[in-house]
């Protein structure tokens, strides 16, 4: 029972700043300030790293994915990246996505619930989802590029970086999984409650 107290009171301890973290940021979200980046690969690179709601959304990806299927583990870096580029293609052909902004959000919001629920969804079914969450963050990346700047450099940093963290996100989820289920389910919690924050910002 000790050990059961002690234990939720360092998942409270891990989860607690990272919701009062995206409380005070959510402002600062792409739809609040400009947020247009160069071609370069570095500005790719840095872009899913510094914009918290790609960071959260890659993560709650990475670390749901440790427990789903073999299939869709292999598959995940490769739905990564194809619905990264896909999503920046559609932008840069000036192919409008609807409610971008707030599917990015949601993304983050339900990535979180799937990881604090532990659930494990159909390969074609849990593929599906992800493809479309990471096409919305793709259209957000191409719709920032600068005019006349390098697209290929700036997909390529921002390809590389997403599917890092995801990668990240796997391992991580994995060795938590090994120990305790309960880390992965309230880290889920606090991503949705991101997710909840940057809806509501």
């Known amino acids: ?30 739809g609040a300030l400009p947020h247009t980046h160069g071609g370069s690969f570095l500005a790719g690179l840095m872009h ?7 960071l959260l959304a890659m993560l709650a990806i990475g670390l ?16 990564i990246a194809f619905g990264m580029v896909a999503g920046a293609g559609l932008a840069w052909f ?10 990015i959000a949601s ?3 339900l990535a979180g619930v799937l990881l604090a ?9 849990g593929g599906g989802f992800v493809f479309a969450f990471i096409l919305l963050h793709g ?21 590389l970086a997403s599917v890092g963290i995801t990668l990240v996100g796997r391992y991580v989820g994995g060795w938590l999984a090994r120990r305790d289920n309960r880390w ?13 924050a940057l809806l509501m910002g």
Request: hydrophobic share 50%.
């Open 1 to 30: 029972m000790l050990h059961s107290l002690l234990t939720s009171r360092r998942l409270a301890a891990l989860c607690l700043p990272l919701t009062l973290l995206v409380a005070g940021v959510a402002s600062a979200h792409p």
């Open 48 to 54: 899913p790293l510094t914009g918290l709601d790609h």
């Open 64 to 79: 749901w994915s440790c427990r789903q299927s073999d299939v869709l583990r292999r598959v995940m870096p490769l739905l």
């Open 94 to 103: 000036g192919v409008p996505l609807m409610g971008v902004e707030f599917g």
């Open 107 to 109: 993304s983050v919001l």
């Open 117 to 125: 629920t532990l659930a494990k969804l159909p390969t074609a079914v």
């Open 139 to 159: 259209h957000a990346h191409g719709s920032e590029l600068a005019p006349g700047a390098s697209a290929a450099l700036y997909a390529i940093g921002f390809v």
């Open 184 to 196: 992965l389910r309230g880290i889920g919690v606090a991503i949705a409650a991101a997710g909840g």
